[in-house]
């Protein structure tokens, strides 16, 4: 359920609803506890408007998206369909975009995307459908964009139009610089954008420079309009696109002038409104402990103050005299804050006595960047500490290294007279296919394997470093990631049996798990919840439930806040775990899909977990050299 378009609600990040408060976004904006409540709500919407007007004996002209964002709601479509018998037999479609160049049937296509995702599955007629054409030859490019927009126009305009956002503000592919006029054109494509598509295209340097896309005029064009906009990467731009004025910079702003645009986010995106991040500064609210201590923390780091050196008039300065008349004076406030986070700092995750735990590591070096100064303190500790690594994280391999690699096995067998026809067979069609290899194609299986088994074994290696043993290590390989593409399968109850299995097998005290809201290509959280069915089931059949803690993936750490143990880590600890970093040799120095930070994996870790550390000592807190954090899940499944 929505909390409102003023509040954030509860999820594994955000503790207890924030209360409803006057807003200052200058659009509409609903936040959804999870993503797929906001895509089942467009969903919903879209299914009404069409079977409200075909009842009306008319069409409806549907303005469509592409990208991770929209397929939510075209997988609930698709279940209205097929469930609850929604036809879409009176609907027309103008998609918003397409690369160029691009083959129809190309992998990246959207053409292809719209077609496995969409159309092969609900009953539109072919000939209602329409998507800009990327194998158009350039000199033919504007006068197909004159028909797409006159072919809008035929259709009576768009009734209701779907959009994402891309972190540059971009709608449609219309970055920033589109003027409010433009129309269907080429147009050169933003180096972010760029980037972020990298992992769709196997590499940044396969992507398309250019697209052709709706114009800016175009979407305005729409009767009603509906943009959403999922994860924690989109967070900054939701906020500035709903907040800040109406900018080119921000092509998404100009929604602000449509009469009827809604914004849908999830918490995630959702989470630096200012509704989210100061709502007493926007009237008055119920003073929760999870409020006081955002408050106070939030208090700290704008005067630059520690807990215990905040004083009245801190409060009354900003904004916060209604925390100080309920629950002041300020040295009473600040210093339940101050114990609270104290009790935060656990230098022992899993207590003394010796326990079984389980890191569950989705991509194989996750355990290690993330947790690794943890699970060398857990090994130390003396628990008998498993790492599961859930897939094979075959994709982010480069294609040298497989080839590298295959040469190194041929040469091997070679040297010791343990040649075969099968291994001869498959190691000359690795090399071949390799060598043979378009940009943005996918692999063979074999080659898929060799990745694969290069990651496991660094994963390994990295896992020796932080002390762990060869027999605790399980190369769970899931199912859903096994397609070879950066699309993934939906979870099934394949991937979570093979989880359950394991939780049996070792029956652990204490589980880790990626709880991250957003990463690139959503594999954590998809992880995540496999591993939550898993221990929902096991609580139904009233099993041991163990004691769950999440963890940040590469891309960022909770708020101050939000965390509920940090473990602190000494100068050689941090030292051990780059080692065990290291390991993950395929990954270093360039990484195939670094997103937008250029520092390497190691280089995150360390600054992520120095950074925690300060964070701490700068609100007055013990200082220690480096942390990382935890929280607790909240037993929601995601
Ligand atoms: C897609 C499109 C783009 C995307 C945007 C967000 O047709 O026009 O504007 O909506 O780039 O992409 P995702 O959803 O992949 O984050």
New binding site residues.
Partial sequence: MPTSSKAVASSPIYRGPLPHITTVERLPVTVYDQPGDASRAVAREIADLVTQRAAAGKQTVLG???????VGVYDELIRLHREEGVTFKTVVTF???EYWPMPTDALQS?HRFMREHLFDHLDIPAESIHIPDGTLAREKIPAACAAYEEKIREAGGIDLQI?????TG?????EPGSTVESRTRLITLDSV?RS??ASDFFGEWNVPTQAI?MGMGTILGARKILLI???E??SKVIKEMTEGPMTPRVPASWLQEHADATVLVDAAAGKDLTASVTPWALGNIEWTDMLIKRAVIWLCEKTNKAFLKLDDQDFRDHNLHQLLRHHGPAQKIANRVFQWMMQTIEYHPAGTEAKRVICFSPHPDDDVISMGGTLIRLVEDGHETHIAYMTSGNIAVFDHDAARVADFATEYNRMFGIENERSRAVLAAVLESLRNKQPGQSDIEETLKIKGLIRWSEAKFGAFKAGCKEEHLHFLDLPFYRTGTIAKKPISDDDVQIIYDLIKKVDPHQIYVAGDLSDPHGTHRVCAQAIFRAVKRIEAEGGKVPDTLLYRGAWQEYELHDIEIAVPLSPGDLARKRKAIFMHESQKDEALFPGSDPREFWQRAEDRNKGTADRYNRVGLPEYYAMEAFVRWNGVPI
């Fill in positions: 469509l998206a592409t990208g991770s964002t929209p998609n918003l975009d959207y959009l994402g956002i891309g972190r971009h709608i449609g592919f219309n954008t972020d598509a896309t906009a999922l994860g990467h989109k």
